[in-house]
């Protein structure tokens, strides 16, 4: 043999790398690739679960957001319903208020003016006492200007306490 090559050797040496190869492709190439093969599958399944999750997310947040808008129209409702009972209270109580006001304005008139007649019925009835006493007094003494000029004096004194008297009451 030339160059010192034995085929036997080459034979050999390849059977060698064969089982060798053979049998890393055995112990390590079948279960690395094995492992690789259940890693992406379990990066499937994670992504497909991630998928599912974020579309269930999404269709509760939408869910969501049409109870949130519900709920807002619902809250306005309730509100405005609020507002239009509470300006029907209050406009009952005002116009409760309008009448209570007006009844005690029409009492307090009346006996404004039942006083009023009473005054005017009193100060007549005593004007016409002074007025009957002054002619009772002139008709039973003798007439001369002095006794005139006193009973002058006389009524018009009485008539001025009647007065001052009447002011007094008030």
Do not use: C, W
Not at 36 to 58: G, I, P, T, V, W
């Amino acid at each position: 043999m030339p160059l010192n090559i034995d085929l036997l050797q080459i034979l050999l040496h390849a059977l060698n790398f064969a089982i060798l190869a053979g049998g890393l492709t055995f112990l390590l190439f079948r279960p690395v690739n094995k492992f690789l093969n259940e890693r992406k599958a379990y990066f499937e399944q994670q992504n497909k679960e991630n998928a599912e999750k974020k579309s269930e997310a999404e269709a509760m947040y939408a869910e969501y957001q049409e109870k949130l808008k519900k709920a807002s129209e619902e809250s306005e409702n309730i509100k405005a319903e609020a507002e239009r009972e509470m300006a029907s209270v209050a406009k009952s109580y005002l116009d409760e208020a309008k009448e209570k006001a007006s009844g005690i304005i029409s009492a307090a008139e009346k006996e404004a003016e039942t006083r009023k007649e009473h005054i005017l019925d009193s100060a007549q009835a005593e004007i016409s006492e002074l007025v009957l006493t002054a002619t009772q007094k002139l008709l039973s003494d003798t007439v001369s200007p002095e006794r005139n000029s006193e009973l002058y004096d006389e009524f018009i004194r009485l008539a001025e306490n009647s007065v001052a008297d009447k002011r007094a009451k008030k």
